[in-house]
């Protein structure tokens, strides 16, 4: 397993933000910010991206990043407690 962050902009009205934060939300996830996710999956980048993508505009922006420990941010605790939990070296 591995965590990767998922951050995107839906950049018109109408979007279909619903459908793609219940596709991350199917996941073990942490919110890190408005449009920013971490979740735990066996899947690749390039796996989820192919998922997510049937969601996406060609005005739109998505970006899936492997994150690994060592971290660091300020927010609520039970965020960083699921990184502290969930990031490997």
């Known amino acids: 397993m591995s965590v ?3 951050t995107y902009d839906l950049n018109s ?7 793609l934060l219940e596709e991350l ?3 073990a996830w ?5 449009s920013s996710y971490a979740i735990n999956t066996t ?7 192919e998922r997510l993508k049937q969601y996406l505009d060609t005005n739109d922006n998505l ?3 492997t994150l690994k420990k ?4 300020y927010g609520p605790k039970d965020v960083n407690e699921w990184l502290s939990n969930n990031l490997s070296f």
């Open 4 to 6: 990767l962050l998922v």
């Open 63 to 65: 970006y899936i990043i």
């Open 13 to 19: 009205p109408g979007q279909k933000h619903g459908q």
């Open 70 to 73: 060592p971290w660091q941010g």
């Open 43 to 49: 899947l690749t980048p390039d796996q989820l991206f």
């Open 30 to 34: 942490a919110k890190l910010s408005e």
């Open 25 to 27: 939300q199917s996941f």
